[in-house]
C-alpha cells in the first residue's frame, strides 16, 4: 500500500516549504518511486512543485501533481459541498497513488482561497487519503509561550479531527527562542516535537527576484550576481563619508540614479570586500552617464546596477513585502532550506515514523542520499586546495549548509573572501585563531604561502624527498602550491582527506600523494573506481583514471582493491574480470593476462566471488551469461568490473555515462593509506559535494 505524507499548517506564514522538501529529501533517500500531489492549487506557476520536480528527477507526468485550481474547489464546494468536492480530490488523488510508492501530499495554503474551514478540510483530505499528517506552526514574532501554545493547539486540532499526527514542527522561529521552545515541548506531546529557527537567507530574496518584481533593468551584472541575497536594504541620500559606514554584508544599495558618487562609493567599498554589497538599485527614472557605468563595471564585476523608474520611497515599500522563494532557479535556496531542516530534526527518527518500507532498488539518487548520510554521522574534515575556484566555492556553501564536513580552503585570503561574496556564497569562514564550538560544520582559509605551517612542511618534505635531490630551500617552493599543502596537512593529521583536481590535472593532484602518503602496506599501487549509478544499481568499475596496462599482479591488486571500495559503499561484491573473450573461448596475451590476474584474486582472497576472462555483456546480462557461462555465481550479475588497461576502462566509462544516462561518481582513489580524490576538471558542483563525501566516508572507514 502507498505510504502518504500529508504537510500542512494552521495559518499563513509557516514557510513550510522548508519542511515539505525535508520530507522529500527523506522519503527519495529510501524509496525510488515517490509522488508529489497538492490537492488544491493557485492559478500559474507553482515554483515549488517546479523545483521537487527538478531536483528530484520526478517521473510524475506534470499535470497529476495537482488536484484542481482554488476557484473551480470553491465553486464546486458552493454548489454541491464538501463531500463531492473531497470525493473529486480523492479520486485525482488514487489516479496518482497507484503508480507509485509514496505520496508526499502538499496542503493548502490558506492564501486567498476562498474556502472555509481550511484546517478541518486538510484534516479530513488526509484521513481521506490514509495519509499521516504533519504540522507546521508558524513562529515568526512569537514568544516562546506563543509558540509552545500554537504547537499544542495545532496537535489537538488535527487528532481531534481524527488524523494520525507524527510530528509537528514549530518553523521560523527566532533564534533567541528556539531553544526555550525546544525545552517546553519535549514532553508535553506524544509524538516528536521540532523547532526550526528563522533564516535570514531563506527569507531574503534575490537580486533577480527584486528585477523580477520591480521589473528592474539590469545595467550591469552577471547571473552570480542576480542570483545574490539581498539581506538588507540601505538607503543613500547622505554624503559620501556619512554613507559607506552604513553599509552592511549583502545589502541593496538603493539610492537616486543621479548620486554618482554613491555608486562609485559602495561598488568599491564591495570589491575591497568592506563589506560585500549584493547590488545597487537606482531610482528616479535616472541613468548614470557612461563613464561612471564603465568605472561601476571595472570597479566590481558582476555585482549588478539595476534601475526603476520610481522614486526611492514607493520603491522601498515594494522591498520590504519582498520574501525569498524556493525555486528551481535557486538551488542554493534548497540547500539553505535542507541544511537547516537536517540541522534541527531527528531526521533518522522521523524516517521509522513515516514507516516507508526501503526500495530493493538502488537508484544514483538514493546512492547520492546515501553518501551524504552517512558522512554527516561522524563529521570530518577535508582540505579543499582550489579554494578560489567558483565551483569549489558554490560547493563548500552546500558542504557547510548540509553539516557534511568541516572544510579548510586554501588560497589568498582576501582572494577567497572576495570571490565568495562577488558569488554571493555565505561561508562565514572562521578567523585564523577562532575556535569551533563543534556543533555544526565550519571552514577557515589558509594561505600556503602566508601560513605558519610553511616552514614545518618544508622540512618535512626535504626529509621525505631528500632522496630525490631535494633541498630545504627547494621543498619551501614546492609546499607553497597547493597541492603539496593540501597532502601535507592531511599526512599530518590536519585535515581527514584532501579533494582537488577541479583546476588541476590528475597528475597534479595525485603526484604529491604518491611522495608523502604512498600506499598501504597491503596495496601494491594506488588505482581508482568510479562508481556508476545506473537507473536501477550502481556499479563500480574499476580502473579507469590511473594505471595505464597494469600486469597481472597490478590486475588483482586493482580487482581486490575495487571489491573493498565496493564493499565499504554498500555494494555487494562480485567481480568480472573483463577482457574480449569468455572463458576458455580466447587465448592470447592479453586474455593470458586477465586470466592469470583471476588466478590471483583467487589465491589471494579465497572470499571473493571472481569471474575471469568475461566479456562485459555476460557479466552484466542474465541472458547473455546463461549461454556462456551457465552456473556462474558471477556472469550476469556482476558488481565490480575490472578492465584489462586504462584504454578500455576510460571509454566505457565514459560510453555508458553518456549513451546510458548513468551518473558517474570519482575517481575514487583507493590504495593511499590517507584518503585524497581527484576530480574531473570539468566536475559540477554535486559531483564536488559527492566526491567529498566520499572522502569523509573513507576518512571514516581507516579511524582517521
Known amino acids: ?12 506564514g509557516d514557510g513550510r516549504q522548508v519542511v515539505e522538501l525535508g520530507v522529500m529529501e527523506l522519503l527519495t533517500r529510501r524509496i525510488d518511486r515517490v509522488a508529489v500531489f497538492r490537492p488544491l492549487a493557485h492559478d500559474g506557476a507553482d515554483p515549488l512543485l517546479d523545483l521537487l520536480r527538478s531536483r528530484y528527477r520526478l517521473s510524475q507526468p506534470p499535470g497529476t501533481m495537482v488536484g484542481m485550481g482554488y476557484d473551480e474547489a470553491a465553486v464546486l464546494q458552493a454548489e454541491k459541498g464538501t463531500d463531492e468536492l473531497v470525493s473529486q480530490l480523492v479520486d485525482r488523488f488514487h489516479e496518482v497513488s497507484r503508480d507509485y510508492e509514496a505520496v ?18 486538510n484534516a479530513r483530505l488526509a484521513n481521506e487519503l490514509g495519509a499521516v499528517v504533519l504540522p507546521v506552526v508558524a513562529g515568526l514574532d512569537q514568544s516562546a509561550e506563543s509558540v509552545v501554545a500554537e504547537v499544542r493547539n495545532a496537535h489537538h486540532a488535527f487528532t481531534s479531527l481524527g488524523c494520525e499526527v507524527i510530528a509537528t514542527i514549530a518553523n521560523r522561529v527566532r533564534d533567541s527562542h528556539t531553544a526555550e521552545a525546544a525545552r517546553a515541548l519535549g514532553g508535553h506531546l506524544p509524538e516528536p516535537v521540532y523547532v526550526l529557527p528563522e533564516e535570514p537567507a531563506l527569507s531574503a530574496p534575490t537580486v533577480q527576484q ?13 547571473p552570480a550576481g542576480l542570483a545574490r541575497d539581498c539581506r538588507d536594504f540601505v538607503f543613500g541620500g547622505a554624503m559620501l563619508p556619512t554613507f559607506l559606514p552604513a553599509l552592511t554584508d549583502g545589502c541593496l544599495v538603493v539610492t537616486p540614479g543621479d548620486r554618482a558618487d554613491l555608486i562609485v562609493g559602495a561598488l568599491a567599498s564591495h570589491s575591497a570586500g568592506a563589506p560585500p554589497i549584493a547590488g545597487v538599485l537606482l531610482t528616479l527614472g535616472e541613468r548614470p552617464g557612461p563613464e561612471t557605468l564603465q568605472l561601476a563595471a571595472r570597479l566590481a564585476p558582476g555585482t549588478p546596477v539595476l534601475a526603476v523608474p520610481g522614486g526611492s520611497f514607493p520603491t522601498a515599500g515594494e522591498l520590504v513585502t519582498l520574501q525569498g522563494k524556493l525555486n528551481a532557479a535557486n538551488p542554493r535556496k534548497a540547500e ?7 540541522s534541527h530534526v531527528d531526521t533518522g527518527r522521523l524516517s521509522e515514523r513515516l514507516s516507508v518500507a526501503r526500495s530493493g532498488r538502488v537508484t544514483p539518487m538514493m546512492f547520492e542520499h546515501e553518501l551524504i548520510e552517512r558522512s554527516r554521522t561522524s563529521r570530518r574534515h577535508v582540505v579543499l586546495p582550489e579554494g578560489t575556484d567558483e565551483r569549489v566555492l558554490r560547493a563548500a556553501d552546500v558542504l ?8 579548510t580552503l586554501l588560497g589568498p585570503d582576501a582572494a577567497v573572501r572576495k570571490r565568495a561574496a562577488d558569488l554571493g556564497v555565505q561561508l562565514n569562514l572562521l578567523g585564523p585563531h577562532e575556535i569551533p564550538d563543534g556543533t555544526s560544520a565550519t571552514a577557515r582559509v589558509v594561505d600556503p604561502a602566508e601560513s605558519p605551517l610553511r616552514e614545518r612542511f618544508a622540512e618535512l618534505y626535504a626529509k621525505l624527498r631528500g632522496h630525490r635531490g631535494v633541498t630545504y630551500e627547494l621543498a619551501y617552493d614546492t609546499v607553497a602550491e597547493v597541492s603539496y599543502f593540501g597532502t601535507l596537512m592531511v599526512q599530518e593529521g590536519l585535515a581527514d582527506g584532501m579533494v582537488s583536481g577541479a583546476a588541476h590535472s590528475t597528475a597534479a593532484t595525485i603526484r604529491p600523494a604518491f611522495e608523502i602518503i604512498k600506499t598501504k602496506p597491503d596495496a601494491s599501487i594506488v588505482s581508482s573506481v568510479f562508481f556508476m549509478c545506473l537507473a536501477d544499481k550502481v556499479l563500480v568499475y574499476g580502473d579507469c583514471a590511473v594505471n595505464p596496462d597494469p600486469d597481472a599482479e597490478q590486475l588483482a591488486d586493482i580487482a581486490i582493491q575495487s571489491a573493498a571500495t565496493a564493499a565499504q559503499f554498500g555494494v555487494e561484491p562480485r567481480i568480472a574480470m573483463l577482457s574480449y573473450s569468455t572463458g576458455t573461448s580466447g587465448s592470447g596475451a592479453d586474455v593470458d ?24 555483456d555476460a557479466a552484466v546480462e542474465p541472458s547473455v551469461a546463461a549461454t556462456k557461462l551457465p552456473g556462474s555465481e558471477v556472469a550476469g550479475q556482476a558488481t565490480v568490473l575490472i578492465f584489462p588497461d586504462l584504454n578500455t576502462g576510460n571509454n566505457t566509462y565514459k560510453a555508458v555515462q553518456r ?3 548513468a551518473v558517474a561518481v570519482g575517481p575514487v582513489l583507493q590504495g593511499l593509506r590517507k584518503p585524497v580524490n581527484d576530480l574531473s576538471r570539468g566536475a559540477l558542483v554535486p559531483d564536488i559535494v559527492t566526491t567529498v563525501a566520499i572522502t569523509a566516508i573513507q576518512a571514516q572507514e581507516r579511524g582517521v
Open 659 to 661: 549513451s546510458a544516462g
Open 593 to 616: 593476462k586477465v586470466r592469470r590476474a583471476t588466478e590471483l584474486v583467487r589465491e589471494q582472497r579465497p572470499d571473493l566471488l571472481v569471474e575471469g576472462p568475461i566479456q562485459y
Open 104 to 121: 508526499l501530499v502538499l496542503g493548502t495554503d490558506y492564501a486567498d482561497t476562498g474556502l472555509p474551514a481550511e484546517l478541518a478540510l
Open 400 to 407: 557547510l549548509r548540509r553539516n557534511i564536513c568541516d572544510l
Open 1 to 12: 500500500m502507498t505510504r502518504s505524507v500529508y504537510v500542512t499548517g494552521i495559518g499563513r
Open 210 to 222: 527584486i528585477v523580477d518584481e520591480l521589473g528592474a533593468e539590469v545595467l550591469l551584472g552577471d
Open 336 to 342: 539553505i532550506a535542507l541544511g537547516l531542516f537536517e
